[in-house]
């Protein structure tokens, strides 16, 4: 039995500048070839990567919040509630936004969309994604969750959702930049002393990349940095982040940290991704569905530390275990164990036999019901490595983005989209989840 989860508190590390030497290349260094650099729990795409150096990274500076080590966790629908940042910051260190909230939902008190917005008094810095497509609502919003106690707002511009895009909203909002700076001024506004950022893709598609005008944008009008899925909205989760387009915003915007997204599965790509492209900080998404300790190895290597060996499968239950009771606490025992659901399918992954009890997990309405699916596996069975670089959460392939009629021939008007259907009512948020 071997103890990896030991947490150390991570300070404000020093902040020497770091040396941004390699090139923007993305995925193609660090080519596979196993030398002694990572201990054998780090996989073979990442053997080779050089640990940090003392004083290479530096702490996030998003307004006045200092982030030490620079990672931030994605907003995920669905998935980034109170109970797994929660879970999350009890690994790490780090920003922990919230997942994405409709501006109509929560301006209407809709129940649900408030109790996905909410906290607890120990979540500090509290972080939440507000997603609006009308510059005063945005305002609203931003007031009023700043009036709340907020310490930092995120904006989603990078929704691909058709649903969403149809209507001119997420993805396609940046393909007018008149009407982009016009949310994110008015929430710049609202959110006062409240840091604000912007998290967008590349652009609609290749042919209509955005990212550099969002990244001007961002700059003029205020925001506190600029995070970048380096995936086109046609891209969905398909194919492979461009860490190239991550170097190139980084080496546009001057004034303001980019942070680059898109697939960190490991902690030491993280390193990998800092070094490529020269930004500032990285946000985290898919690779710590089932593996919240992530932000535990991500803390270690920023700080030139070995990645601390991952989870045994009884260790892993036993955080799937606290999972389950941070979410029953906070949403209640049915809606919680639902939502526990997919969780235990992330979990679980790679382990041998878990397809064996993958049936009965997405049917478990009681934690004894949950213990007594699980007990059927090998609780000795180490972390598999083929889980490590797994896809979770979303893949899927490419689709063409819908957009209203004759968007593309007026990206000069800045008149706000038309409302969805639906939009504001509970649930909204699942249903147009996605950035
Ligand atoms: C289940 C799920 C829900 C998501 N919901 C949101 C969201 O609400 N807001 C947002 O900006 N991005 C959302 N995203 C996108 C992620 O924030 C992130 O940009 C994307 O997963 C790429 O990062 P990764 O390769 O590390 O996963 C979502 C992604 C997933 C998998």
């Given at each position: 039995?071997?103890?990896p989860?030991?947490?150390a508190?991570?300070?404000?590390?020093?902040c020497?500048?770091?040396?941004?030497?390699?090139?923007?290349?993305?995925?193609a260094?660090?080519?596979?070839?196993?030398t002694?650099?990572?201990?054998?729990w780090?996989?073979?795409?990442?053997a080779?990567?050089?640990?940090?150096?003392?004083?290479?990274?530096?702490?996030?500076?998003?307004?006045?919040?200092?982030?030490?080590?620079?990672?931030v966790l994605?907003?995920?629908?669905?998935?980034?509630?109170?109970?797994?940042?929660?879970?999350c910051?009890r690994?790490g260190?780090?920003?922990y936004?919230?997942?994405?909230?409709s501006?109509?939902?929560?301006?209407?008190g809709?129940?649900?969309?408030?109790?996905?917005?909410?906290?607890?008094?120990?979540?500090?810095p509290?972080?939440?994604?507000?997603?609006?497509?009308?510059?005063t609502?945005?305002?609203?919003?931003?007031?009023s969750?700043?009036?709340?106690?907020v310490d930092h707002?995120?904006?989603?511009?990078?929704?691909?959702v058709?649903k969403?895009?149809?209507?001119?909203?997420?993805?396609?909002?940046?393909?007018?930049?008149?009407?982009?700076?016009?949310i994110?001024?008015?929430?710049v506004?609202?959110a006062?002393?409240?840091?604000?950022?912007?998290?967008?893709?590349?652009?609609?598609?290749?042919?209509?990349?955005?990212?550099?005008?969002a990244g001007?944008?961002a700059?003029?009008?205020?925001?506190?940095?600029?995070?970048l899925?380096?995936?086109?909205?046609?891209?969905?989760?398909?194919?492979?982040?461009?860490?190239?387009?991550?170097?190139?915003?980084k080496?546009?915007?001057?004034?303001?940290?980019?942070?680059?997204?898109?697939?960190?599965?490991?902690?030491?790509?993280?390193?990998?991704?800092?070094?490529a492209?020269?930004c500032?900080?990285?946000?985290?998404?898919?690779?710590?569905?089932?593996?919240p300790?992530?932000f535990?190895?991500?803390?270690?290597?920023?700080?030139g530390?070995?990645?601390?060996r991952?989870?045994?499968?009884?260790?892993v239950?036993?955080i799937?275990d606290?999972?389950?009771r941070?979410?029953?606490?906070?949403?209640?025992?049915?809606?919680?164990?639902?939502q526990?659901r997919?969780?235990?399918?992330?979990?679980t992954?790679?382990?041998r036999g878990?397809?064996?009890?993958?049936?009965?997990?997405v049917?478990?309405?009681?934690?004894?019901?949950?213990?007594?699916?699980?007990?059927?596996?090998?609780?000795?069975?180490e972390?598999?490595?083929?889980?490590?670089r797994a896809?979770?959460?979303?893949?899927?392939?490419?689709k063409?983005?819908?957009?209203?009629h004759g968007?593309?021939?007026?990206?000069?008007?800045?008149?706000?989209?038309?409302?969805l259907?639906?939009?504001?009512?509970?649930?909204?948020?699942?249903?147009?989840?996605g950035?």
């Amino acid at each position: 039995m071997h103890a990896p989860h030991d947490h150390a508190p991570h300070g404000p590390s020093s902040c020497e500048p770091s040396p941004r030497a390699e090139a923007a290349n993305g995925h193609a260094q660090d080519e596979p070839s196993r030398t002694a650099a990572q201990p054998a729990w780090v996989s073979a795409r990442n053997a080779s990567t050089k640990s940090a150096a003392p004083g290479e990274f530096r702490a996030l500076a998003i307004g006045s919040l200092r982030v030490w080590p620079p990672v931030v966790l994605a907003p995920m629908a669905g998935v980034t509630n109170y109970p797994f940042r929660k879970l999350c910051r009890r690994f790490g260190a780090g920003l922990y936004v919230s997942e994405m909230i409709s501006a109509k939902g929560y301006l209407r008190g809709n129940r649900l969309t408030r109790l996905l917005a909410d906290s607890r008094p120990d979540e500090t810095p509290r972080s939440v994604q507000m997603y609006a497509a009308d510059p005063t609502e945005a305002g609203e919003m931003a007031r009023s969750l700043a009036d709340s106690g907020v310490d930092h707002l995120d904006m989603n511009f990078g929704c691909p959702v058709p649903k969403v895009t149809r209507s001119g909203g997420g993805s396609a909002i940046p393909l007018k930049p008149r009407l982009l700076a016009n949310i994110v001024r008015a929430a710049v506004k609202g959110a006062g002393q409240v840091p604000l950022t912007i998290k967008v893709r590349k652009g609609v598609s290749d042919e209509l990349p955005t990212f550099l005008d969002a990244g001007r944008i961002a700059e003029e009008e205020g925001c506190a940095a600029i995070g970048l899925h380096a995936r086109t909205a046609q891209q969905l989760y398909s194919g492979t982040a461009d860490w190239d387009a991550i170097g190139a915003l980084k080496s546009r915007v001057r004034s303001v940290p980019v942070l680059g997204n898109g697939d960190i599965w490991e902690a030491t790509d993280a390193l990998r991704m800092l070094r490529a492209t020269g930004c500032d900080g990285v946000i985290v998404g898919r690779g710590c569905l089932g593996r919240p300790w992530l932000f535990l190895e991500l803390a270690a290597v920023l700080e030139g530390r070995p990645t601390p060996r991952p989870p045994n499968l009884r260790e892993v239950c036993a955080i799937l275990d606290e999972h389950a009771r941070l979410l029953i606490e906070f949403f209640g025992l049915e809606m919680g164990m639902r939502q526990m659901r997919k969780w235990c399918a992330w979990y679980t992954k790679g382990f041998r036999g878990s397809s064996a009890v993958r049936e009965a997990l997405v049917r478990v309405e009681t934690l004894e019901q949950l213990h007594a699916a699980l007990a059927r596996l090998d609780m000795d069975e180490e972390f598999p490595m083929n889980a490590l670089r797994a896809i979770r959460g979303k893949a899927g392939a490419q689709k063409q983005v819908a957009l209203p009629h004759g968007w593309l021939a007026s990206r000069d008007d800045d008149a706000p989209p038309c409302a969805l259907e639906g939009e504001g009512d509970a649930g909204f948020e699942d249903e147009i989840s996605g950035g």
